[in-house]
C-alpha cells in the first residue's frame, strides 16, 4: 500500500461522542482515494468520483491521534478505477478504518471514457 496523506485529529474534527465525526472521515478517505487515482492514472483533471463505496469505522478516533491514509487499486474497469483505503494510527500501527471509493474517467464533456490501464 501507498501512502496518500496523513491528518492530526483535532477537537474541531470530533461529534458530539467525542470522536471523528463520520462526515469528516468520508472526506478524508475520499481525499486519499483521489491522491491514489491521481497517482494511478497521472492526471487528475478528469477524474470524477462515482461513488463512496464503502467506509467502515473499526474503533474510535479521537483527539491527538495522527492518522495514515494508505491506498492500492482494488479494481480497473474500463471507465472506472476502484481505490481501497486503509486508515491507520501513524505511530500505533492499529486499524482505525476503512473503505473504498470508485472513480470514472470522463471527457470534456463529462463522458464516461476508457482510462487505459490495465
Known amino acids: 500500500m501507498e501512502l496518500a496523506t496523513r491528518h492530526f485529529i483535532r477537537p474541531k474534527d470530533l461529534n458530539h461522542h467525542e470522536t471523528v465525526y463520520a462526515g469528516q472521515l468520508a472526506d478524508w478517505l475520499t481525499e486519499a482515494a483521489m491522491v491514489g487515482v491521481t497517482q494511478i492514472v497521472k492526471k487528475n483533471n478528469d477524474v470524477v468520483l462515482a461513488t463512496l463505496k464503502?467506509?467502515?469505522?473499526?474503533?474510535?478516533?479521537?483527539?491527538?491521534?495522527?492518522?495514515?491514509?494508505?491506498?492500492?487499486?482494488?479494481?480497473?474497469g474500463t471507465t472506472s478505477i476502484e481505490i481501497f483505503v486503509n486508515v491507520k494510527d501513524m505511530l500505533s500501527q492499529e486499524q482505525y478504518a476503512r473503505g473504498s471509493a470508485v472513480f470514472v474517467t470522463v471527457d470534456e464533456n463529462g463522458k464516461k471514457t476508457p482510462h487505459g490501464l490495465m
Open 54 to 76: 464503502e467506509m467502515r469505522v473499526l474503533k474510535p478516533i479521537t483527539s491527538g491521534c495522527i492518522l495514515e491514509f494508505e491506498y492500492e487499486t482494488q479494481h480497473l
